[in-house]
């Protein structure tokens, strides 16, 4: 059975940061790309980060700069570090975990920055 738990969510104000974490089990965590995606009320999921197997990243643009995919493979674990975060960010924070046709979700996290 496939788990992805997610946290660190929370009320932050503008300008600050927050750090999200998700803990996979059941899988073969190293071999599988991570992402990071968030929907917001009233609004499709989107895209936020990815990271591949090998360590490659990729960021929507409205994160550049400001937020860094990262993972531990020792603790089948993938990070999400939010900076200078915006009221915009507000949203739902779902963790991803897919491979070729095999697509697993997490729970979410609310991520809530008031102005």
């Known amino acids: 059975q496939v788990q992805l738990v997610e946290s660190g969510g929370g009320l932050v104000q503008a300008g600050g940061s927050l750090r999200l974490s998700c803990t996979a089990s059941?899988?073969?965590?190293?071999?599988?790309?991570m992402g990071w995606y968030r929907q917001a009320p009233g609004k499709e999921r989107e895209l936020v980060a990815t990271?591949?197997?090998?360590?490659?990243?990729n960021y929507a643009d409205s994160v550049k700069g400001r937020f860094t995919i990262s993972r531990d493979n020792a603790k089948n674990t993938v990070f999400l570090q939010m900076n200078s975060l915006r009221p915009e960010d507000t949203a739902v924070y779902y963790c991803?975990?897919?491979?070729?046709?095999?697509?697993?979700w997490g729970q979410g996290t609310q991520v809530t920055v008031s102005s």
């Open positions: 990271i591949t197997s090998a360590g490659n990243t």
């Open positions: 059941g899988i073969n965590f190293s071999i599988y790309a």
């Open positions: 991803n975990a897919n491979l070729i046709h095999s697509w697993y």
